[in-house]
């Protein structure tokens, strides 16, 4: 199975769409959230808190951009103590984009590494 698919993407929505911090984290963000994982890429448009699109498109131009070799996610997909931000602070997931994107939706981002683990990517 591809570690990036439609289908996973659109999963990753519905269950971000009905958690509710997810929801209180991003609820001021309102543009694109690109994510590369080895060579596969997509993208997630969120707007006010809620994914409203997706794509298997990687965004150059997305404010906040996530980027690692396929075994770094997978180590965070399968729930690597501390999440997404351990795997920042240990290099093994890039952020870029936009500063004030990524550190003012610092706890958007964190809460979908969470999400990710919760809608199965780790299986």
């Given at each position: 199975m591809a570690n990036l698919s439609l289908e996973r993407l659109a999963r990753l929505g519905e269950i971000a769409n009905n958690d509710p911090q997810f929801l209180e984290y991003g609820r001021r963000f309102r543009g694109d959230l690109a994510i590369r994982c080895g060579s596969e890429q997509g993208t997630l448009r969120?707007?006010?808190?809620?994914?409203?699109?997706?794509?298997?498109?990687?965004?150059?131009?997305?404010?906040?951009?996530?980027?690692?070799?396929?075994?770094?996610?997978?180590?965070?997909?399968?729930?690597m103590p501390g999440g997404l931000h351990r795997a920042w602070r240990h290099r093994m997931i890039h952020f870029d984009g936009d500063p004030q994107a990524v550190y003012g939706y610092w706890k958007m981002i964190w809460r979908l590494g969470d999400l990710m683990v919760d809608a199965g990517w780790g299986e």
């Open positions: 969120i707007d006010g808190g809620r994914i409203t699109g997706v794509s298997l498109n990687w965004s150059p131009e997305a404010p906040i951009r996530l980027a690692g070799e396929e075994t770094n996610w997978q180590t965070l997909w399968r729930g």
